[in-house]
């Protein structure tokens, strides 16, 4: 945990690669996201002493199984909406209507921001910067007050400063709205090296 960045790096190589010449079982517990989804073939992922949810890390981050999951792994906007008759309509973006299985009442929508697409002509989102990062560019927005940034790819279409568009939330997530916990959430991330081995 006191090491550099680089000197990390380095370390995680070597133990991977050991656990791989060796053939063996391992845990590694650890709080840095990243340090799991590079090292493990298994990730647990634990909140207030709960297992949230055990998989691979592809698919611990591309089918979250609760917000929390979501939320732990990557980015995430988070934007309330109404579940109705199996549709999720987002407030600040009355238009979007999202199918959900969740029950009605109200909900939020996560989903991360490689999967927002921006849509051309006049919309509820105004564009405050643009900052192109090599193959991909962030484009940051305010929604309804809230500071929203998508990272769109090189091919999509991007607007300027200034400009207003839409979004297509059609990826989001829809969670029922859950009472907040009366605990503190407490949460580490443990990682199990082989399927095979039990």
Not at 4 to 18: H, M, S, Y
Not at 60 to 80: D, I, K, M, N, W
Not at 119 to 133: C, E, H, I, K, N
């Amino acid at each position: 945990g006191a090491l550099d960045a680089q000197v990390r790096k380095n370390l995680r190589v070597w133990l991977r690669e050991l656990h791989v010449r060796m053939g063996l079982t391992s845990v590694f517990v650890t709080h840095d996201q990243a340090e799991a989804m590079e090292m493990a073939d298994r990730v647990a992922v634990l909140s207030a002493g709960r297992i949230e949810q055990v998989d691979t890390p592809q698919r611990l981050y591309t089918g979250p199984a609760t917000p929390f999951v979501h939320e732990f792994l990557g980015e995430s906007l988070r934007l309330p909406c109404t579940v109705q008759g199996g549709q999720a309509r987002i407030e600040s973006l009355p238009s979007v209507s999202i199918p959900t299985l969740c029950p009605p009442g109200a909900g939020f929508a996560l989903i991360r921001p490689h999967e927002i697409s921006l849509l051309p002509g006049p919309g509820p989102a105004q564009v405050t910067s643009v900052y192109p990062t090599g193959p991909l560019t962030r484009v940051h927005l305010q929604l309804a007050g809230q500071d929203v940034e998508v990272l769109c790819q090189l091919a999509a279409w991007t607007p300027t400063v200034g400009e207003t568009c839409d979004l297509d939330l059609s990826q989001a997530r829809i969670y029922p709205l859950e009472p907040a916990p009366t605990r503190p959430s407490v949460w580490c991330c443990c990682t199990t090296m082989r399927d095979t081995d039990s």
